[in-house]
Nanobody
Framework: QLQLVESGGGLSQPGRSLRLSCAGS????????IGWFRQAPGKEREAVSC????????MYADSVKGRFTISRDKAKNTVNLQMDNLNVEDTAIYYC???????????????????????WGQGTQVTVSS
């Protein structure tokens, strides 16, 4: 069974960068669409970005567009999230998740719906503060 582990979170000052990684085991990640989600205290879990199984299609929430970049590293069986120009509103626990139906490839549909994803990592904390 697919297992996911996030890493790379930590404390950052506004305007700086962090890079998160989602490592897969048990199955190649390129068999799944992969999403990044985040949840701040008292708020609903929200989608940040997704990447299709082949890596040819990516989607971003408006709040992070132009600042975050999602990518695949096939050799390492990881999906990365490069987060540039961080602001305090990016503070949250970040989760990666796998969609066996690869909805992110379609551009339309439920690719940002958490219920579309059935494998989740444990999360990594990102804190942005001055």
């Amino acid at each position: 069974q697919l297992q996911l582990v996030e890493s790379g979170g930590g404390l950052s000052q506004p305007g700086r960068s962090l890079r998160l990684s989602c490592a897969g085991s048990g199955s190649p990640l390129n068999s799944y669409g992969i999403g990044w989600f985040r949840q701040a205290p008292g708020k609903e879990r929200e989608a940040v970005s997704c990447i299709s199984a082949a890596g040819s299609n990516t989607m971003y929430a408006d709040s992070v567009k132009g600042r975050f970049t999602i990518s695949r590293d096939k050799a390492k069986n990881t999906v990365n999230l490069q987060m540039d120009n961080l602001n305090v509103e990016d503070t949250a626990i970040y989760y990666c998740a796998a969609d066996p139906k690869n909805r992110c490839a379609a551009r339309n549909g439920r690719y940002f719906d958490p219920d579309s994803y059935n494998s989740w990592g444990q999360g990594t904390q990102v804190t942005v503060s001055s």
